[in-house]
């Protein structure tokens, strides 16, 4: 059975464990104002996302500042962060279906394995998202497990960046371009990424229990099929 993640929920699925703190920072320039001379289809705007996504940019703060201008409306870093580790990520379609001139939805398919939090720790539980112990009556889907995920894009001359120091984000005008419409707040990684990711979290943090978490964490995505 293939799983489908709502918008809502998948963007309010994670709020988890401390934002490591030693995430590299690689630059914090926000976007800029200025649009492209050739703006990109929505097609081109996804994939171009998602292939700085699932390579783990959003991990950091300066990744995750730049992945800003593919959104409408971008959202800070949350304090607490989760990740989705995935597999096989592509296009249900051949090309996005068209609803009006200006609106547009796209779908990716993946295998979903699991979640890490930001102190090391790998679960294969897909839902409900670690931030949210179970409740009587939900029900545990567990990886890995075929995802759909869906997209909405906007041709939109509005939206919303960060100024030069991190203000806002505040609304700007400027020529139209596709953007997602909906936030993503967790980011969907590969197993490669989320191993770099682990290795470094190990490497540079002083707690025990969080080296610890990311041993046994590698361990079990380096014996994944």
Same mark, same amino acid.
């Given at each position: 059975?293939?799983?489908?993640?709502?918008?809502?929920?998948?963007?309010?699925?994670?709020?988890?464990?401390a934002l490591a703190t030693v995430l590299l920072s690689v630059g914090s320039t926000p976007t800029s104002a200025q649009a492209p001379a050739n703006p990109k289809s929505p097609r081109e705007v996804l994939e171009a996302y998602r292939r700085m996504d699932a390579e783990g940019e959003r991990l950091t703060p300066g990744g995750w500042y730049r992945a800003s201008k593919y959104f409408v409306k971008p959202e800070r870093p949350p304090l607490?962060?989760?990740? #989705?580790?995935?597999?096989?990520?592509?296009?249900?379609?051949?090309?996005?279906?068209?609803?009006?001139?200006?609106?547009?939805?796209?779908?990716?398919?993946?295998?979903?394995?699991?979640?890490? /939090?930001? @102190?090391?720790?790998?679960?294969?539980? @897909?839902?409900?998202?670690?931030? #949210?112990?179970?409740?009587?009556?939900?029900?545990?889907?567990?990886?890995?497990?075929?995802?759909?995920?869906? #997209?909405?894009?906007?041709?939109?001359?509005?939206?919303?960046?960060?100024?030069?120091? @991190? &203000?806002?984000?505040?609304?700007?005008?400027?020529?139209? &371009?596709?953007?997602?419409?909906?936030? &993503?707040?967790?980011?969907?990684?590969?197993?490669?990424?989320?191993?770099? #990711?682990?290795?470094?979290?190990?490497? &540079?943090?002083?707690?025990?229990?969080?080296?610890?978490?990311? /041993?046994?964490?590698?361990?079990? @995505?380096?014996?994944?099929?």
């Amino acid at each position: 059975m293939t799983l489908q993640l709502g918008r809502e929920k998948l963007k309010h699925a994670s709020v988890i464990g401390a934002l490591a703190t030693v995430l590299l920072s690689v630059g914090s320039t926000p976007t800029s104002a200025q649009a492209p001379a050739n703006p990109k289809s929505p097609r081109e705007v996804l994939e171009a996302y998602r292939r700085m996504d699932a390579e783990g940019e959003r991990l950091t703060p300066g990744g995750w500042y730049r992945a800003s201008k593919y959104f409408v409306k971008p959202e800070r870093p949350p304090l607490h962060i989760v990740m #989705y580790i995935m597999d096989g990520e592509r296009f249900t379609d051949p090309s996005p279906r068209f609803k009006e001139n200006s609106k547009a939805d796209d779908q990716l398919i993946c295998s979903a394995i699991g979640q890490i /939090d930001s @102190l090391g720790r790998f679960t294969s539980l @897909l839902s409900p998202g670690l931030a #949210y112990p179970p409740r009587p009556g939900d029900q545990q889907s567990r990886g890995p497990a075929p995802i759909v995920r869906p #997209y909405d894009l906007v041709l939109t001359a509005t939206h919303w960046e960060f100024g030069p120091n @991190l &203000e806002g984000p505040r609304e700007v005008n400027g020529p139209p &371009e596709w953007r997602i419409e909906t936030f &993503e707040a967790e980011p969907w990684v590969t197993v490669e990424a989320a191993i770099r #990711y682990l290795t470094h979290l190990r490497d &540079e943090s002083s707690s025990e229990i969080i080296k610890r978490n990311a /041993d046994e964490s590698i361990a079990t @995505l380096r014996r994944l099929p």
